[in-house]
């Protein structure tokens, strides 16, 4: 059974803090989207990956946020100092990137608090 | 720009009752089209989509949805609810041509009670 896996699944830290999340899309899959969760924006999309280059990150803060992908099983996503406004659920989703709406799968997400 | 809406934050059922859960796409062009299920503290599962062909969408745990274009909506819709269909339930529009970017609705908190 393929899924997408996230690690760590929570995570506190202290404000000004390194933040890395990581994720293994599934084996085969060429896409990879970041999205981050939130009650006040509710869903929203941070960072798209094909082929292991970033196509699409305006979505992410930039002067604190980093997305990369060292090899086609890693993505990361970095923050950089941490602040409390971080703190949210980031999930991670890999699809097989035909383009026509194929599938997106979730991971089953990182809990980010930042004190 | 494209948007997704869905109508009603919580939506309360009996349990065998009917769900329907409301979702309208703002677009020019008809995007595709999906239902996402999230249960507590996991991620988000597919439920359903919409891309191109038949209307009348069929998905897992006997959701099915429509798509009408002259509407431009997109609900989701179960015939007899259940316990464990209690969940939040996610609409989300990708444009067609492009390379998948879900636009995602607020969301909708289904409650299913005895």
């Known amino acids: 059974d393929a899924r997408v896996t996230q690690t760590p699944r929570h995570k506190v830290t202290e404000m000004g803090q390194e933040v890395t999340m990581r994720c293994q899309p599934i084996?085969?899959?060429?896409?990879v989207f970041w999205y981050r969760q939130t009650m006040m924006q509710g869903l929203e999309l941070l960072a798209y990956f094909r082929n292991r280059a970033p196509l699409d990150d305006s979505g992410m803060p930039k002067d604190r946020f980093s997305a990369e992908m060292p090899d086609a099983t890693l993505a990361t996503l970095k923050i950089q100092p941490s602040e409390p406004r971080d703190s949210a659920v980031y999930f991670c989703a890999s699809g097989a990137g035909t383009g026509n709406g194929d599938t997106q799968y979730f991971g089953p997400g990182t809990r980010l608090t930042v004190l | 720009a494209q948007s997704v809406t869905q109508l009603g934050s919580h939506v309360s059922v009996s349990e065998g009752a009917l769900v329907l859960l409301r979702c309208n796409y703002s677009s020019s062009v008809p995007p595709y089209l999906f239902w996402y299920v999230q249960y507590p503290n996991q991620g988000l599962q597919l439920l359903l989509k919409y891309t191109t062909g038949a209307t009348l969408v069929k998905g897992i745990n006997g959701f099915e949805a429509e798509f009408k274009k002259s509407e431009t909506s997109f609900h989701l819709t179960k015939p007899s609810a259940h316990m464990s269909d209690a969940a939040e339930y996610f609409c989300?529009?990708?444009?067609?041509?492009?390379?998948?970017?879900?636009?995602f609705g607020a969301g909708t908190r289904l409650a299913v009670h005895p």
């Open positions: 084996l085969g899959h060429n896409t």
């Open positions: 989300a529009a990708a444009r067609s041509g492009g390379y998948n970017k879900l636009i």
